[in-house]
């Protein structure tokens, strides 16, 4: 069971980005999944879920409304889209299944 995070780097206050998670080893269409972030110092914290069948969507409620989690079971990816991003976004985002966590991908959020 494997799952690696793609997508992170720096971005601007206000902008947009992708992380990207692709999933192997495991029946990714038939498992919840969820997007977590730590910031260092911190407890790593839920951001979001979706279903195996991508149907029902939830979000920690700073994020409601500039995230949107997603999937695509055909190529075995999960998706965060992230939009209006704030400086407090900044953290290594990890996605989560299968009782299996990737490495997760760094996001800095600065001008």
């Known amino acids: 069971v494997q799952l690696v995070e793609s997508g992170g780097g720096l971005v601007q206050p206000g902008g947009s980005s992708r992380l990207s998670c692709a999933a192997s080893?495991?029946?990714?269409?038939?498992?919840?999944m969820r997007w977590y972030r730590q910031v260092p110092g911190k407890e790593r914290e839920w951001i979001a879920t979706?279903?195996?069948?991508?149907?029902?969507?939830n979000y920690m409620p700073s994020v409601l409304g500039r995230f949107t989690i997603s999937r695509d079971n055909a190529k075995n990816t999960l998706y965060l889209e992230m939009n209006n991003v704030r400086p407090e976004d900044t953290a290594v985002y990890y996605c989560?299944?299968?009782?299996?966590w990737g490495k997760g991908t760094l996001v800095i959020v600065s001008s």
């Open positions: 989560q299944g299968q009782d299996t």
């Open positions: 080893g495991f029946a990714f269409r038939s498992s919840g």
């Open positions: 979706i279903t195996d069948d991508g149907e029902i969507t």
